[in-house]
């Protein structure tokens, strides 16, 4: 998912997510795999030269590597961190309780077509579907919230939300 709310245009369709990570069979590396790999780790904008140096393998055997690590998708992507925070953003945490599993796919439509989604998940436990989200407000995720019970009355038994005041990346 990509931060929608932060263009100036407003998106009316979201592409689906890029990757769906976890799935799919276990890739082989090597050891200079892994130091590449906690090279960009720690930077992902890092040159090849700089890398090549850390790592002691050449700029061609380094994008090389690269681009393998690409194909394999053991390398997802590459992206930028923007703190949500100092732009005002609260981060939301979104339970939806399902009475009815046919609008399952609907719903989660309904829920990525949102600019302020950040993440869709199905889960066992606290929701049959989790989702987070980016909003200025909880009366922003409030609206969101009744146009999805208006659009899914039957199938939407109820919906939760928890907001944490301070996220802390490991």
């Given amino acids: 998912f990509g931060l929608d709310y ?5 998106r ?3 592409r689906a997510p890029l990757a769906r990570l976890g799935l799919g069979k276990l890739e082989q590396t090597d050891e200079t795999d892994r130091k590449i790999l906690k090279e960009i780790s720690s930077g992902a904008r890092r040159s090849l030269l700089s890398i090549s140096k850390s790592t002691g393998v050449s700029p061609p ?3 090389k590597r690269l681009e393998n690590l690409i194909s394999k ?3 997802a992507g590459f992206r930028i961190e923007i703190d949500p925070e ?3 953003y609260t981060y939301f945490k979104l339970f939806v309780y399902l009475n009815d599993f ?3 796919k609907a719903i989660k439509e309904f829920v990525v077509s949102n600019p302020h989604a950040i993440y869709l998940m199905d889960s066992v436990g606290m929701g049959d579907i989790e989702a987070e989200f980016h909003c200025k407000s909880a009366g922003e995720l409030d609206e969101f919230l009744d146009g999805l019970k208006k659009r899914f009355p039957k199938a939407v038994r109820r ?4 907001t ?5 990346k490991l």
């Fill in 6 to 10: 932060l263009l100036d245009e407003e």
């Fill in 12 to 14: 009316h369709v979201r």
């Fill in 61 to 63: 055997a380094v994008k």
């Fill in 73 to 75: 998708k053991i390398i």
């Fill in 86 to 88: 100092k732009l005002g």
């Fill in 102 to 104: 046919a609008e399952h």
């Fill in 159 to 162: 919906a939760a939300y928890c």
């Fill in 164 to 168: 944490f005041p301070k996220a802390y």
